[in-house]
């Protein structure tokens, strides 16, 4: 299991990586598929694979099937662009040293922790988890529902036909 | 021999299974293409391919030879590696899938706890397949058919798993071993029978069958996704379909239909008959029904099956409320 974890880590790792890296826009959505897979491995790996089946269908299974969508529709010609102005230093400058920083304390903290933690935890099954959102964190479950509702119909509002905001955009750019 | 201990054989004897189970949803998937030509004639009053061998039994391995020598072609235009990686997910992740399906009381691959999660996870990565395909051909028409099997895909699974939930609450775990054992007395089709109806319909969408195949519509987009692919490439794609097709059967016979359970015959042949009767159901569609214009189909998904999936799951939580509050 554990090798499983460290396995499925550096593949996160490294398809992120990919990410970042790639010019194509699809083969970065590609990689952050995969990297989304590995980190539900991870979570596997962790005894938590309710959480990972989650992660795999909503995250891979969902949501970056609109993110390939929309590459799909927007960057059909532009594909590959030989310049790559992100090299420039004063592009990532600043995310580096957040970035940096954020490295710092996570080092830091592995210092001043013990080595020798393995991972291990008691399985994390759809009862016990169902059992912790609707027990103690209703509260929070109820809430995020109603997010996702005002959010729903914000979207309806929006997609509507003769939507007078939408005509008013459409007219203005053209 | 000490090395002859039980765990090893339990460890050989589950390979050995899981080799069968693997080998044997491939072949299926294959024959099943010349099963479907034959039934096809049989029922749009024709002849379906007769000519090789006894009955034209021996057309499958006609068309494997054919598939297996033709070049195979990558157009210079394509994206190489998501063109080879698609029918590679197509393939695999329909086949990963039976891993779930508990066959007979002994047999079956493996006893996932998240079993039918396992199933939806799988499956929402087999929508990348269409999508890559389709995208990587570098064909107008290939990217068409991508873009509304995404679209179709992505609308029916929504609704696919709520009308899961409704078997899950009922057998109280997602393990479908438990679902089995939990329709020992009466099948989950008579419960949930909108959730039997709205699964069966969700299965043929995202597996791209006929009423549900404007994806690869002829007529319109000269076969969609895979009009670039060749040779075995194709070949993934056209036994994927199929093997997709098992899957659904094999699936709904576990879920709604009570697996093995059965008077009189032994396990496996129930499964076996139950499937069948599911796949047979799924060729007389494509052979009696017209394809349904494209805004109907996603309309038909948003605006009935989602609902329906929606009120089943609320009134199975109520009923199960009603009986057993304290459960």
Redesign the interface.
Known sequence: MELAFYLSGLVAVLATIGVITGT?P??AV?YL?VSL?AV?LVFFALGA??AG??E??VY???IM??F??VV??LN?RSDTRGDQPWLHPRHWLGPSLLALVLLGALVALLAQGSVDRVIEGELL??RSVALTLFGPWLMVVELSAILLLAALVTASHVGRRNNPVQNRNRGGNQ | MNWWTPEIAAVLWAMFQALVILLGAVLLGAVLTVVERRLLGLWQDRYGPNRVGPFGTLQLVADMIKIFFKEDWIPPFA?R??FVIAPVIAFASLLLSFIIIPITPGWGVAD???GL??F??M???N??AV??GG?ASGNKYA?LG??RA??Q??SY?VFM?LSLMGVVALAGS?NLRDIVAAQEGFWFVIPQFFGFATFLIAGIAVTHRHPFDQPEAEQELADGYHVEYSSMKFGMFFIGEYVGMLLVSALIVTLFFGGWHGPLLPPILWFAIKTGFFLMLFILLRASLPRPRYDRVMNFGWKICLPLTLINLLATGAVILLVAPDA
């Open positions: 194509s699809i083969h590609v598929i897979i539900a694979p309710f089946a989650l795999i269908i891979a299974g969902a099937v609109l390939v969508f799909m529709m059909l099954t759809a | 994206d590696p998501l996932l706890h998240i999660l396992f939806l996870a499956a929402g990565i929508v990348y999508l890559l995208w990217l991508a873009l995404s679209a895909t992505l699974e798993g997602f």
